[in-house]
Each structure stands twice: as C-alpha cells, then as structure tokens.
C-alpha cells in the first residue's frame, strides 16, 4: 500500500536537545518537501528537495536540517537553535514529471518543547 | 521571494449559502493548487490549474486560475456541512517549490 509516513505522531522535546522527526514515502517520488504549521495558521515551508543528496532551504530553514541519502526519506532535525520549535510539522512529497506534480502529505508530527 | 497571499482569513456561512476563497502571488506561476485540511488531519490535493484562465468544477466546487497565472478562487456553491475545513492553494513555480497560501477557514452552521 503506497504512501507517505511520518513518525512519531507526537514528540516531546526538553530544551536544548535536538530531535529528528522521520519522513519516509514509497511512491517512487522525486520531490518531497517540509512544512511547519502554528494553530490557526498556514504552511511555512522548511526545506524540499528534488533529487537525491541535495535540498534548498524554504522561508524559515534557520534551527533546522534535513538530509537526501535516499530517494524514500527525507529526515528532519529540529536544532536546539530553533527558539520555538512547539508546532505541527508536516511532510510532503510529490512527483516532478509535470502536470501532475500534486503533494501527498503524511499524518503529521506534533512537537511539544516542555 | 516567492510569496501566496490568501482571503479571507475564515469565513463563517449558514448552510446552503456559497463561499468564496481567493489566491493571490507575487510571482507568476506554472501551477496552482488547492488543498483542503480538515480539522486535526493533514491536507489532501483537490485539483491542481495549470492553463491561464482556465476554469475547473468539482461536484458543487468551482475552481479557477488568472489569466496572468498570478491568481486563482475556489467556489463552493450552496454549502454543507461537510465542507468545514481549512482550503489552502499552494503556487509552485519554474522550480519545484511549493508555496502555500495563509488558508481560509470556512465554518458552516446547520
């Protein structure tokens, strides 16, 4: 059954630690995409990536890092430099063959700082 | 940069009555795309625009991009409860980068 995982769906994190969130599809797409989500807000992207080994920094990349070594995950680390780091984190992928480049997004992470 | 800005911020209708949402980008883009994000869940692709000016319906939805690919609406006619979400559009340009919208919050009343 083809799709996009994300795990864990809910992650408590003390201050000053990193953590990684997980991101892992098998639909054989080449893009895939990071985005985080405050209450009442829209998506803020992070970081996407289109090929293997290379990714490009969204609007608000600063306090986190991703890595490419696989065309299935796309991992992301929340830095303890990251000053509020509480939101919902949402990982997408898509494929980049035009036209039909729509995003599949996973369930979702919800990261707490406590 | 990039930037896709969305109105109104929510939106709250009687059932029955229609609905609007508008996209507007900084940049022309290759693509537009809606999505719709239920409360709690994450959002799921509804239909993606790629000719200028061109004009799609879904069921009770209507969709449509600008002819200077800058902007795009979505039309939900004679509202229902099922409807209550968050609409996003999301641009995407020469490079794979997909930006979204704010979203609308569309609240409707039984």
């Known amino acids: 059954d083809g799709g996009i995982t994300q795990s864990p769906k809910y992650l408590f994190r003390k201050e000053g630690q990193n953590v990684t969130l997980s991101c892992e599809q098998n639909l054989n797409h080449d893009a895939m995409y990071w985005y985080r989500q405050d209450p009442g807000q829209g998506l803020r992207l992070i970081y996407y990536?289109?090929?293997?080994?290379?990714?490009q920094k969204g609007d608000i990349a600063e306090g986190y890092s991703v890595s490419r070594e696989k065309k299935e995950s796309f991992p992301l680390t929340v830095t303890s430099a990251q000053k509020n780091p509480t939101a919902f984190y949402l990982c997408?992928?898509?494929?980049?063959?035009?036209?039909?480049?729509?995003?599949?997004f996973g369930q979702g992470t919800r990261l707490t700082v406590v | 940069g990039q930037q896709v800005m969305q109105i109104p911020q929510y939106q709250h209708v009687q059932e029955g009555e229609d609905f609007t949402t508008y996209c507007n980008s900084s940049t022309t883009l290759s693509n537009i795309q809606w999505y719709k994000q239920r409360p709690g869940g994450h959002p799921v692709f509804l239909i993606q625009l790629v000719k200028s000016g061109e004009v799609k319906k879904q069921k009770r939805l209507t969709f449509q991009f600008g002819e200077a690919k800058k902007n795009s609406s979505l039309h939900i006619t004679a509202t229902q409860t099922t409807d209550v979400g968050t609409y996003f559009c999301a641009g995407q340009d020469s490079s794979y980068k997909l930006i979204f919208g704010s979203g609308t919050r569309l609240l409707v009343r039984p």
């Open positions: 990536s289109q090929i293997v080994n290379d990714f």
């Open positions: 997408a992928s898509s494929m980049k063959s035009r036209p039909n480049t729509e995003a599949f």
